[in-house]
């Protein structure tokens, strides 16, 4: 099992594919293995690391308060153990909260970024969800009811409809051995709720793709507007019929996305 033992925290990774090095950061409850449907496609055009951020899956588990810098610290960490100085970043809604913060603290890092589902800070409606949702995962533990009730924010009413969708990736979540632990759910969500990049959004330099789902309702239209008016070198994509979860509910069209992105990059600078 693949182990960055970093300055203070121990990290978990893979690598997958070779080339130029694209760096996946998962969002909340989410873990290295939430890339899996998206592996194959980008990894014959990437050398991808996926991994697991501090409180979740493989890696450990802090006992204490975290931010969002401090799990942007353990990306670059895991870049300097790896010997990667500078990489394509790309993160999903917490994940993208990570990569905000590496490129405006560590610009020299970035080579590209990939923002997905995101947002440049977790509004009112947002921060008591996310607080509702940790607060019954610490008195009752997880149940399939609170898989499903979380599955509403995250795939359209077309998905949620499908019920042998659902029920798998309910029966799924429950059986994962590395499930997140309620304490490592409640530490990522005082992260993210603190997090407000909003002011510094014009540092980030680097050429930057905004891709949203059309029916995302945890990330507004606005949302990604605001990014994107305020990161000067940024192109903004919706997807439509997609909603939070891109890389789960419709891989194919994310691949294809952040495939493109790389592709327009590419002839640019020849």
Sequence with gaps: MPIAEL???????????????LVLIAGLGSDSVSWFNVIDDLSQNFKLIVFD???????????YDFTIEDMAKDTIGLLDYLKIDRADILG????????????????????????????AYTNSRN????TEFSSILKSEGYSEEWFKSFAEWLFTDEVQSDT??????????????????????E??????????????LPLIKAKT????????????????????EKITNSTLQFLNNIAHSIQVENPKAFSEAVLEFQKINKTEKT
Excluded: W
């Excluded at 913060?101 to 020299?108: D, L, R, S, T």
């Excluded at 905004?210 to 990014?227: A, M």
């Design 187 to 200: 530490l990522q969500v005082n992260a993210l709720n603190s997090f407000d990049s909003r002011s510094q």
């Design 92 to 119: 999903h809604s917490m994940g993208g909260y990570i990569a905000q913060e590496i490129a405006i603290k560590n610009p020299e890092r970035v080579k590209n970024l990939i923002l997905i589902g995101t947002a």
């Design 127 to 130: 921060k008591k969800l996310f």
């Design 209 to 228: 793709l905004i891709l949203s789902g059309r029916e995302d309702i945890l990330i507004t239209t606005e949302d990604s507007l605001f990014l994107s």
């Design 53 to 63: 951020n501090r409180g979740c899956g493989r890696s450990d588990y802090p006992t």
């Design 164 to 185: 042998s969708f659902i029920d798998l990736f309910v029966s799924n979540a429950m059986k994962y051995p590395y499930l997140q632990k309620p304490k490592g759910f």
């Design 7 to 21: 300055k203070n925290i121990n990290i978990y990774y893979d690598i997958y594919g070779e080339g130029e090095p």
